[in-house]
Every structure is written in structure tokens, then in C-alpha cells.
């Protein structure tokens, strides 16, 4: 009978999620409340993601209210000052924390995300460990941005498991760039045991002419969900 239990799991790809206690949130005198202003972020912050991905970020920002943040890959930082005006808009304490081997953002988009948030200089998996100790525990809501390789996404994602809660969602951008798919694809394959894989949430491209006249596509957020306290052996 246990044999046969864990055929069906394996089999049915959206799991119950057992033993994961999600925090809840009281909002019974704002339940229509909404900061626009604070969704100007969306049109200006410096980050090559398409009207969707943005969109996306902000409101799983919004919608599950992460105590702590990370992202692999920070550039400019405007994924960052997305989630960052999210936060602000709940009145949350959440913490952020970027890690780029060179970040670039500029003094007063630092200065916008000083308080909560910490840029390490640094590079994933090996200062993943230090990224955690400046959040104070391990992150429930994480975007890979970082090494679009298959061998540099395969790095970041496996590397990053450790260091996240048990429910932790992982969003990877470019996701319907072909490397980045071909190694997400055998990264959801390799943990199907802890992970649930909502695939590619956004359908928003972009196109880049190569010098032999090819197009590159760019684009796509895929979601995973970090289920550990519902495993198939």
C-alpha cells in the first residue's frame, strides 16, 4: 500500500502541501486599501523585465508578504525596488538581500532601499551562507536573475535549496530562455521529491538580434514552490 501511495504522488503533480503553517494576516479594516503611488516603482525602476514581470513581482511581494527576500543577480537593483515599494505599501518589516558579483545601483536608489534592505558584493552558492546570516534566518521568497548558463543556473538553483524555508517560492527569470529552461527543467526533475513546479507564469518576450542575423528570447518568470514537509521517497 505505501508502494502504491507514492506511485499516485509522484503521478499528481499539484500536491497538498502537509505540515507548512502559513502566516496569516489581518486586514479586516484595509481589505480595499491600495497605495498606487507606490506602484510607480513599476514603470520606472531599472530592470530588463518586461510589463508582466514586474507586475509579478509585485504582487507576489504583495500577496505572500515575505519576511526575508533574496536575489541572485541584482544589476541596477529594480527588482529589488519593486519588491522593496511592496513592502512599504504593507507596512512590512520584511528584510532584502541582493548578492551580484558587481552591482551597479545607483547612490540614491541605494539610499531608497537602505533600510531594509543589504547588497552583498559576492557571488552564489559561495556567499550564500553570509546572505543569510544578514537576513536572520532563511528566505521565503528568492529570484535567480544570476548566470544565465545552464551550468551557472544549475549552481545558483541547487545552491540556494539550503537556504530556504520549507514553502519558499523560487522564481527564476528568462525562464523561457533556452538554457535557463533546459537546466530548470532537470532542476525540477532532480528535486520533484521536495519541489512543486507552477511553470512559466508570465507569457510577456523579448527578442535580441544576434550578429548571424538569430533571435534570442528573453523573458518569462517560472515559480516553484520548496515543499519539504511533503516528500516522495
Known amino acids: 500500500m505505501a508502494t502504491l501511495t507514492n506511485i499516485i504522488r509522484k503521478l499528481v503533480p499539484n500536491r497538498v502541501s502537509e505540515g507548512i503553517k502559513l502566516p496569516v494576516h489581518n486586514v479586516t479594516e484595509t481589505a480595499r486599501d491600495f497605495d ?10 531599472p530592470v530588463w523585465m518586461t510589463r508582466a514581470e514586474r507586475l ?3 504582487t507576489m511581494t504583495f500577496t505572500l508578504r515575505p519576511s526575508r527576500y533574496l536575489e541572485i543577480g541584482t544589476l541596477h ?8 515599494a511592496a513592502m512599504n505599501a504593507l507596512n512590512s518589516d520584511g528584510k532584502i538581500v541582493c548578492l551580484d558579483p558587481k552591482p551597479q545601483i545607483s547612490p540614491e536608489n541605494l539610499e ?11 557571488y552564489s552558492p559561495q556567499d550564500l551562507g553570509k ?10 521568497l528568492v529570484l535567480i536573475d544570476g548566470d544565465h548558463t545552464y551550468d551557472g543556473l544549475m549552481r545558483d538553483a541547487n545552491g540556494v ?10 522564481l527564476f527569470h528568462d525562464s523561457l530562455f533556452s ?8 532542476f525540477a ?30 523573458g518569462g518568470i517560472r515559480m516553484m514552490q520548496v515543499r519539504r514537509s511533503y516528500q516522495v521517497d
Do not use: C
Request: net charge negative; hydrophobic share 40%.
Open 36 to 45: 498606487l503611488e507606490a506602484m510607480e516603482i513599476l514603470t520606472t525602476a
Open 56 to 58: 509579478l513581482m509585485y
Open 77 to 84: 537593483g529594480g527588482s529589488a525596488l519593486i519588491v522593496n
Open 112 to 122: 531608497i532601499l537602505k533600510p531594509r534592505a543589504t547588497v552583498i558584493t559576492g
Open 131 to 140: 546572505a543569510q546570516d544578514m537576513a536572520g534566518g532563511p528566505f521565503d
Open 161 to 170: 535549496l539550503p537556504y530556504v524555508a520549507d514553502g519558499a517560492y523560487l
Open 179 to 186: 538554457e535557463v529552461s533546459r537546466g530548470l527543467n532537470d
Open 189 to 218: 526533475n532532480r528535486h520533484a521529491n521536495i519541489l512543486t513546479d507552477f511553470g512559466t507564469m508570465t507569457r510577456e518576450v523579448t527578442y535580441q538580434e544576434r550578429e548571424d542575423g538569430a533571435k534570442i528570447q528573453w
